[in-house]
C-alpha cells in the first residue's frame, strides 16, 4: 500500500523560509515522479512543482525562483524549500505520486503572516 506522510509545515513570517519533507513508502519510489500541491481555503488544488526520476523539476509561475524540489532516492523523500515566503503561499501542501491513479498525503499546513 503506497503512503505519502507530509511534515515540515507551520506558521513563518513573510520573507521566512520553510522546507516540506514527504516520506514515501510502498512503493519503488525511483522510477516515481513527485510533485507538490496546494490549497488554499476556498480554492482549488494547484500544482506547485514536480520532480522526474532523472530529476528533472518544473515550477509553477507564482513559486518559480523561490521555491526548490528535490528528492533523496536513499531515503525515499521529495522536499520543498520554500522561501521568500509570501501571504498569498498560505495553504495547505500536499505530497504527490503523479501517476493514475494520483497518490496523496494528508496535506500539511503552511501560514505564512504578513
Known amino acids: 500500500q503506497v503512503q505519502l506522510v507530509e511534515s515540515g509545515g507551520g506558521l513563518v513570517q513573510a520573507g521566512g523560509s520553510l522546507r516540506l519533507s514527504c516520506a514515501a513508502s510502498g512503493m519503488i519510489f525511483n522510477i516515481n515522479t513527485m510533485a507538490w500541491y496546494r490549497q488554499a481555503p476556498g480554492k482549488q488544488r494547484e500544482w506547485v512543482a514536480r520532480i522526474t526520476s532523472y530529476g528533472t523539476t518544473n515550477y509553477a509561475d507564482s513559486v518559480k525562483g523561490r521555491f526548490t524540489i528535490s528528492r533523496d532516492n536513499a531515503k525515499n523523500t521529495v522536499y520543498l524549500q520554500m522561501n521568500s515566503l509570501k501571504p498569498e503561499d498560505t495553504a495547505v501542501y500536499y505530497c504527490?505520486?503523479?501517476?493514475?491513479?494520483?497518490?496523496w498525503g494528508q496535506g500539511t499546513q503552511v501560514t505564512v503572516s504578513s
Open positions: 504527490a505520486r503523479e501517476r493514475i491513479p494520483m497518490t
